[in-house]
C-alpha cells in the first residue's frame, strides 16, 4: 500500500502467481511490502525474460538455485526439471545440473574445517 492506502500494483507477482510460478512461501513478504517485492520478483526475472539465455538454460539454472544447499526448495526443483524436460532436457544433463550443484555445500566444509581445526588447537593449549 502507498501512502494513500491505494493498493500498489503487482503486475509481475501477479503474472507469477497466475502461471503457477510464485513460492507461497513469498506471500508474507509481499503484503508487508509489495512495492519492495514487486522491484525485487522484476529484478529477478529479467534474466528469465529478457530472451539472452534459452529457455531450457533457463530451466537448468532454476533448478540449480532451487536445489542449493543454500536454498533446497524441492518445489521449485520439481517445477524446473518438469520443464526442463518439456523443452527437451534429457535425465543426463538434469543429472549433470544436480552433479554441479552438490559441491556447493562442500566449500562449507573446506573453509569451516580448518577454522575449526585452529579453534580446537587453541582451546586445548589454553
Not at 27 to 39: N, R
Not at 52 to 76: N, Q, R, W
Request: hydrophobic residues 45%; glycine residues 6%; contains cysteine.
Amino acid at each position: 500500500m502507498d501512502r494513500n492506502n491505494a493498493p500498489t500494483p503487482t503486475p509481475v507477482c501477479d503474472r507469477l502467481r497466475e502461471s503457477g510460478n510464485w513460492n507461497p512461501n513469498w506471500e508474507p513478504v509481499a503484503e508487508l511490502d509489495p512495492a519492495w517485492t514487486e522491484k525485487f520478483m522484476a529484478m529477478g526475472i529479467t534474466p528469465m525474460v529478457s530472451g539472452v539465455l534459452d529457455a531450457k538454460t533457463i530451466e537448468f539454472i532454476s533448478i540449480a538455485v532451487d536445489a542449493s544447499c543454500t536454498h533446497m526448495y524441492g518445489p521449485g526443483v520439481r517445477r524446473h526439471i518438469r520443464k526442463a524436460l518439456a523443452l527437451g532436457a534429457t535425465k543426463e544433463e538434469i543429472t549433470a545440473v544436480l552433479q554441479c550443484v552438490s559441491v556447493l555445500g562442500i566449500h562449507t566444509m573446506s573453509l569451516a574445517a580448518p577454522i575449526l581445526l585452529d579453534e580446537l588447537a587453541s582451546v586445548s593449549t589454553r
